[in-house]
Nanobody, 122 residues
Framework: QVRLVESGGGLVQAGGSLRLSCAAS????????MGWFRQAPGKGREFVAT????????YYADSGKGRFTISRDNAKNTVYLQMNSLKPEDTAVYYC???????????????WGQGTQVTVSS
């Protein structure tokens, strides 16, 4: 059974950092694109970042460019999101996703995790 489990969320002050992790299990994800999306209260789910199967290509939403870094460790079936200089508007539930189809941003995500809450206080 495919499973994605996020961790690393929490409460942080503005300007602080968090590192999210997503552990994938059930099969190898070394050929999948992986990504992070988020959903703030009262808003739809939005793209944050994706990374290709090799880690050689990454995409970021404008909101996170220069502050967020996505990376992966295929040996551990894990993808990370390092978030620096956090802002209150980054507050959201962050979801991990995997996509074996080659999608990069639009329509990305075949498998989804349950999400981890990130709260940034001002």
């Amino acid at each position: 059974q495919v499973r994605l489990v996020e961790s690393g969320g929490g409460l942080v002050q503005a300007g602080g950092s968090l590192r999210l992790s997503c552990a994938a299990s059930g099969r190898s994800f070394s050929s999948d694109g992986m990504g992070w999306f988020r959903q703030a209260p009262g808003k739809g789910r939005e793209f944050v970042a994706t990374i290709s199967w090799s880690g050689g290509t990454t995409y970021y939403a404008d909101s996170g460019k220069g502050r967020f870094t996505i990376s992966r460790d295929n040996a551990k079936n894990t993808v990370y999101l390092q978030m620096n200089s956090l802002k209150p508007e980054d507050t959201a539930v962050y979801y991990c996703a995997a996509d074996p189809r080659g999608a990069t941003i639009k329509g990305f995500g075949v498998h989804w995790g349950q999400g981890t809450q990130v709260t940034v206080s001002s």
